[in-house]
């Protein structure tokens, strides 16, 4: 809160913007001072603010010192944090051995971030051999301390049957609890597992609220799914123009099947006017992501245009910038 308050204080006058500066350099004098005397706490705060640059200069290096300075005196953040440094190559080599061997020290400390990362490392098999029985180990531990992207990650080996016995109704129980906290990628899964009846009673009306919570996040493939409740009738009176809704957020941000959702409603004009040349613009931008649902709709809307409309069409295409 203090951050925040002295922050605001420098856009007030200069005097205010004295005072905070002196009232942050300060705080940074003693934060370096508990960590040069030992304080792994007060490292890890400073080797954050080396990386983040937060009322100190940015520095990657300074702060990969930090971070190891607390991280050999069997702090967990700092391994954490240390790790990252590895993983993501700043202020050090890429190393993902080294990032994996210092998730384990973290991991081993019950610290649940660093458990989920050395879970990802064995799913993706980076630093470590993949191995998805020891992911869900190490998923489970998180999940159980409440960890919602474990949580979410370890839904998906039971859905999958990867690294643990396929069982949808624990696939189902982890959802659930990732979802409760706000996760939109299991508020999404967990949704579908209602529309087809999986793990769970069939529910149109409980997938309709799930994707909308995720849709809400900006979660692109739940903003397509909600498009397609709608499109369909389930769980809601069926409306094109809510439809299209829906696909056209999750198509500006360059979700492929619901740009080729989009394409196909102003093919058929469901929703909006029929637009040949939208139809092909949002056909050409699903092909980009290996989507081909509706060619022959989209052969029909080539022949319906002219070469100049083509091409105005294609370089929209090459120009488009999806939405963050």
């Not at 705060?45 to 080396?50: I, T, V």
């Not at 809400?216 to 498009?227: F, H």
Request: net charge neutral; charged share 20%.
């Amino acid at each position: 809160m203090k951050s925040k308050i002295t922050s605001l204080s420098r856009w007030v006058g200069s005097g205010l913007l004295c005072l905070s500066l002196t009232v942050q350099a300060q705080e940074m004098d003693e934060i370096r001072a508990k960590a040069e005397s030992g304080d792994p706490t007060a490292q890890v705060h400073l080797g954050l603010a080396c990386k983040n640059g937060f009322d100190v200069s940015q520095d990657m290096k300074e702060a990969v010192k930090w971070f190891r300075a607390a991280a050999d005196q069997n702090w967990a953040s700092g391994q954490k944090n240390l790790a990252n440094m590895y993983y993501q190559g700043l202020g050090v080599t890429q190393d993902y051995a080294e990032a994996a061997k210092w998730y384990r020290k973290a991991a081993e400390a019950n610290y649940a971030s660093a458990q989920n990362n050395l879970a990802m490392m064995y799913l993706e098999g980076k630093g470590v051999a993949q191995d998805f029985g020891l992911a869900a180990q190490w998923l489970r531990k998180a999940a159980e301390r409440h960890y919602a992207e474990s949580q979410n990650l370890l839904g998906q080996l039971y859905l999958g049957g990867n690294g643990v016995e396929k069982n949808l109704e624990e696939a189902a129980k982890w959802f659930k609890q990732s979802a409760e906290q706000g996760y939109a990628s299991a508020q999404n899964t967990l949704g579908y597992l209602y529309v087809e009846g999986m793990g769970v009673a069939k529910d149109y009306s409980q997938a309709i609220k799930l994707f909308r919570l995720a849709a809400d996040q900006n979660y692109a493939e739940a903003q397509n799914n909600l498009g397609k409740m709608y499109e369909n009738g389930q769980g809601v009176p069926q409306q094109y123009a809510e439809a299209v809704n829906w696909y056209r957020r999750a198509a500006e941000r360059g979700y492929g099947g619901a740009q080729n959702n989009l394409a196909i409603a102003y093919a058929l004009g469901h929703g909006v006017p029929k637009d040949s040349f939208e139809a092909y613009k949002w056909f050409a931008l699903a092909e980009t992501h290996g989507d081909h649902n509706g060619a022959e709709l989209f052969k029909q809307v080539a022949s319906e245009m002219k070469p100049e409309q083509i091409a105005q069409a294609r370089k929209l295409v090459s120009d488009f910038i999806p939405k963050n």
